[in-house]
C-alpha cells in the first residue's frame, strides 16, 4: 500500500485537514478505528468494499462517510486507489445542508446529497487525470464550488477545542460552563454541525487517545485511569465496541487506522 497526503489550498484550510491518496497494488484490508472526521472518498481505479464476517458490500465510486463509535474493515482489491478528503472536525457543515448527524455510522454515495449529473462529471475528471495532484486539484474545484460558509462556527469550534485538550474526559457541564448558550440548542447545533452529539464525540476522542498513548509505551490500565475509566468492565466494553476486539488482542493485531 503507497499512501500520498496534501494539504488543502488557504480557502478550504478552515474546513478540510487534509487529501489522501491510497494506492494498494496487491489489494489489502484496513482496519479502520472511529475518527472525528467525515471523510469523502472517490474511487478512481479498482474495488473497494465493507468486510463484516463473511459478508462484504461494495462501496460506490464516491462515498461519504459519516462519524460513526464501532470499527470498520475496508477490502481494497488489487490494483486500487482511492482519492479521500478529510474534513475538520464541523468542517463539512459549510458544504452540506442537511444537518450531518443523520450521517452516524453510515456510509452513502455522494450523489444521494449531490446531483448525480454533478458526481458522475467528477469521477469522469478524476479518472481520466494523469497525477494525484492534478486530481486533487480536481476536488479541491468541486469543493470550492460547493462552499457555502466562509467561515466556521466559533463557538462549536471552541467546543471542539476544549474536548480534544481534555482528551475527550471533559463533561458537558463543564464545557457549557466557558459558552454562552444553553445545553438543548448548543447539543442540537454540535450534532448538526459535527455529525454526532458532543457526549459520543467525546467519547471518540477519549478511545482515540488511550490507543494512542498505550501505542507510546504507557501502561494500558493507567492510560484508562487517566482518561476517567474507574471501572475495568465498562473500559473493555467500550474498547471492544471501538475496536472490535479486547484490547490485549486489539494491540497484538498489527496496523490500524
Do not use: C
Amino acid at each position: 500500500m503507497q499512501t500520498e497526503r496534501f494539504l488543502p489550498t488557504d480557502r478550504l484550510k478552515p474546513f478540510v485537514k487534509t487529501f489522501m491518496i491510497i494506492e494498494s497494488e496487491q489489494g489489502m484490508v484496513n482496519k479502520l478505528l472511529p475518527g472525528t472526521s467525515i471523510v469523502i472518498a472517490f474511487r478512481y481505479k479498482g474495488n473497494v468494499a465493507y468486510k463484516q464476517e463473511l459478508d462484504a458490500t461494495a462501496m460506490p465510486t464516491a462515498v461519504i462517510t459519516g462519524l460513526r463509535n464501532s470499527m470498520r474493515l475496508v477490502d481494497y482489491a488489487q490494483e486500487t486507489a482511492t482519492l479521500l478528503v478529510i474534513f475538520n472536525e464541523g468542517g463539512a457543515a459549510a458544504l452540506f445542508r442537511e444537518p450531518l448527524h443523520e450521517l452516524f455510522g453510515l456510509s452513502v454515495a455522494l450523489d444521494e446529497l449531490i446531483p448525480r449529473r454533478t458526481v458522475s462529471e467528477l469521477e469522469e475528471r478524476l479518472a481520466e487525470a494523469k497525477s494525484n495532484r492534478q486530481r486533487v486539484r480536481i476536488v479541491e474545484e468541486f469543493l470550492l464550488s460547493r462552499l457555502q460558509a466562509t467561515s466556521t462556527d466559533r463557538l462549536i469550534h471552541q467546543a471542539i477545542q476544549q474536548i480534544q485538550f481534555s482528551k475527550g474526559t471533559i463533561r458537558i457541564n463543564e464545557l457549557l460552563a466557558d459558552l454562552p448558550i444553553s445545553q438543548d440548542p448548543f447539543e442540537k447545533r454540535f450534532r448538526r454541525i459535527v455529525g454526532t452529539t458532543p457526549k459520543q464525540f467525546s467519547k471518540i476522542v477519549r478511545l482515540r487517545a488511550v490507543i494512542d498513548q498505550h501505542a507510546s509505551g504507557q501502561r494500558l490500565t493507567e492510560t484508562a485511569y487517566q482518561a476517567g475509566y474507574f471501572d475495568q468492565a465498562h473500559f473493555i466494553k467500550d474498547f471492544r465496541t471501538f475496536t472490535g476486539q479486547a484490547p490485549h488482542l486489539f494491540f497484538l493485531s498489527g496496523a490500524y487506522w
